[in-house]
């Protein structure tokens, strides 16, 4: 009778293991520029939503620092020709390597198609992207918004 038991009580430890498994994973955490994923990903949902002026603020200059106001002008139709090209694609692949303790370079594959190659440096605690290259599938690179 007492193995009965002991059976009984091993399949009800398995299966509340078993529930626990198949639960609900917790929600991402929020996305900030202080990390380069987080940077690359908010340009990404930036794009998806048509969001310009939110992409835009996370370009850069060279040296990190932000571009001015005619500049960011400068580059919507870029973006905007950019979303038409990636926008609302899924994410399939991210990638990051650092280059440097301020540097980081991060790789996005869009729908097993396209990819995004952004170079992000650090100033003020916030990560800029200060190149970005579409890298189409079986194609040569294409700069976005290449450094000067």
């Known amino acids: 009778m007492r193995l009965r038991h002991l059976w009984a009580l091993l399949w009800l430890v398995g299966s509340a293991e078993g529930c626990r498994l198949a639960s ?55 973006l905007e020709r950019l979303t038409a090209i990636v926008g609302g694609a899924p994410l399939t692949m991210l990638r990051q390597d650092s280059l440097a303790p301020d540097r980081f370079r991060v790789l996005l594959e869009l729908d097993y198609l396209n990819r995004l190659e952004l170079l992000l440096v650090e100033r003020e605690r916030t990560w800029r992207i200060v190149q970005l290259r579409r890298l189409p599938w079986r194609r040569e690179p294409v700069d976005i918004f290449p450094t000067r």
Request: proline share 13%; charged share 20%.
């Open 24 to 78: 609900v994973p917790s929600a991402p955490q929020k996305l900030t520029p202080a990390t380069p994923i987080g940077s690359a990903l908010l340009f990404k949902y930036a794009l998806d939503s048509a969001r310009f002026a939110d992409a835009l603020f996370l370009l850069a200059h060279p040296d990190g620092s932000p571009l001015r106001s005619g500049e960011r002008y400068e580059w919507q139709p870029a």
